[in-house]
């Protein structure tokens, strides 16, 4: 399986988006919109930012793990 380290995050506030490279391990809890400043943190039942408001989930998903829910 080939893992995806892009996703394009975009804002719930303003939806300015931007590809980033996602971390392979570690979970990204908080992300800066560069645009309105927005402090996005994950969505209830979602392990990282990427999981929320990415277009890719995260390594962890993408893989079928538990990602950072120990």
Known sequence: MNIILKSTITCPNCGHQKEETMPVNACQFFYECEQCKTLLKPKAGDCCV????????CPSVQEKNDCCKK
Do not use: A, D, K, R
Not at 50 to 57: A, I, M
């Open 50 to 57: 990427f999981c929320s408001y990415g277009n890719v989930p």
